[in-house]
Structures are given as structure tokens and as C-alpha cells.
């Protein structure tokens, strides 16, 4: 079992629907939850970034942590054509030393159509 | 935010050969990290480049294979040595931002033929 599970998509969606992209995770010690954008031919950009759980939200996007269950989401409200890409979880530990190494999820492809 | 600048952007390489991917930052990091993506996988660690100390591996990459140097604070170069096709990937170094996320560049898309 990997230690973190994401379901690589495709997900087609109209453009204006509510996106709903999710991690599950196995590793109770994880601490720090991420979520990355990547475009085609372009490195992970970070979108979203929490500690505990409970809710973050930043404009149209949503992170949700529910470490009870093991289980992370991301929301897309009104999603646009350019949200079209790959959507990433990550998530780490906190190592002695200070560094975090991530664990990532496969990716979800995501494409919002007109 | 700190920029991070990584070339090449891509290469087509000769098996047997060796590719030096460069990683530059516009500030001062404490750590860089390097990460391969192979299609259809998650982004998997490489090693943790520490300015003055020899990087740290993680299980499965050796450092004859993927050397790297981190000769100050704002830049660190992976060199993926003696290539096989099994090697084609996109590679990407990472930084720890202050804010506590990651920043990653824009990769090296690598071709071993």
C-alpha cells in the first residue's frame, strides 16, 4: 500500500462546477498537508498549505484536513479553463533537524471545459 | 517569495553519459532538495542538499549515481551519471520557503536514448 493514495483522474468538469479532488493517507505521523497546481512541462506550484485539521480557504480554493480519517480534500469553487492541470497532494513529517521531507499522491488531472 | 531558476529545461542524452542539472536561487536557503517525476508516479525525494555538508540520500539513489554539490546558499547542481534510458524523467530541485511550502522549479525534462 503506498503511503499516500490519490485518484490520478482524468476528472472533466463544465466550467462553473465545484471541483472536489482527495488524498488519502496512511502515515499518522504526517503533520503538514499541501496542495500543488502543475501545468504541462512546468514544475509543482503551491496552492494551498495547512497544519491541522479543520478548513483553509484562499479565494476560490478550499483545503480541507481531516486527520481522524486520514483523508484530505481540496475544493474548486467556480472552476475556470485555467484551473485545467494536475493537482498534487503532499504531505510530511516533521524530521529532527528542522527539514520536512514530502510524500506526494500521484496527481489528478484536471480539465474544465467551456 | 524567493525565485528558483533551474536549467537545462531539457536534454536529449546519449547512454553512458553524464547530465549536470543546475538549481539557482534569488535568496538564501537553508536546505534544497532534489526530486525525480517519472510519468504516471508521485514526485519522489532524491536527496536533501545541505550547504557544506554532503547531501543525504534517500533508500534506492547512491551518491556515485546522483551526485550533488551545494557550494553556497543559493545554488545546488544534481548530476545524473552513466545514463540508461531507465533514467529518462523530469527532475526538479525544491527549496523550503519561509512561509513553510515548498518551491520547486521548473524541472529538466531528461531523455537518455
Known amino acids: 500500500q503506498k503511503e499516500v493514495e490519490q485518484d490520478p483522474g482524468p476528472l472533466s468538469v463544465p466550467e462553473g462546477a465545484i471541483v472536489s479532488l482527495n488524498c488519502t493517507y496512511s502515515n499518522s505521523a504526517f503533520q503538514y498537508f499541501m496542495w500543488y497546481r502543475q501545468y504541462s512541462r512546468k514544475g509543482p506550484e503551491l496552492l494551498m498549505y495547512t497544519y491541522s485539521s479543520g478548513n483553509k480557504e484562499d479565494g476560490r480554493f478550499t483545503a480541507q484536513v481531516d486527520k481522524s480519517s486520514k483523508y484530505i480534500s481540496l475544493f474548486i469553487r467556480d472552476s475556470q479553463p485555467s484551473d485545467s492541470a494536475t493537482y498534487l497532494c503532499?504531505?510530511?513529517?516533521?524530521?529532527?533537524?528542522?527539514?520536512?521531507?514530502?510524500?506526494f499522491g500521484t496527481g489528478t488531472q484536471l480539465k474544465v471545459e467551456l | 517569495s524567493a525565485v528558483i531558476s533551474q536549467k537545462p529545461s531539457r536534454d536529449i542524452c546519449q547512454r553512458g553519459t553524464s547530465l549536470t542539472i543546475q538549481c539557482q536561487v534569488d535568496?538564501?536557503?537553508?536546505?534544497m532538495f532534489w526530486y525525480r517525476q517519472q510519468p504516471g508516479q508521485s514526485l519522489t525525494l532524491i536527496a536533501t542538499a545541505n550547504q557544506g555538508s554532503e547531501a543525504t540520500y534517500e533508500s534506492g539513489f547512491v551518491i556515485d549515481k546522483f551526485p550533488i554539490s551545494r557550494p553556497n546558499l543559493t545554488f545546488s547542481t544534481l548530476t545524473v551519471s552513466n545514463m540508461s534510458p531507465e533514467d529518462s524523467s523530469i527532475y526538479l530541485c525544491?527549496?523550503?520557503?519561509?512561509?513553510?511550502?515548498?518551491?520547486f522549479g521548473s524541472g529538466t525534462r531528461l531523455t537518455v536514448v
Open positions: 503532499a504531505m510530511s513529517e516533521i524530521l529532527t533537524g528542522g527539514g520536512n521531507k514530502l510524500t
Open positions: 525544491s527549496f523550503l520557503g519561509l512561509s513553510g511550502g515548498y518551491t
Open positions: 535568496s538564501q536557503v537553508t536546505m
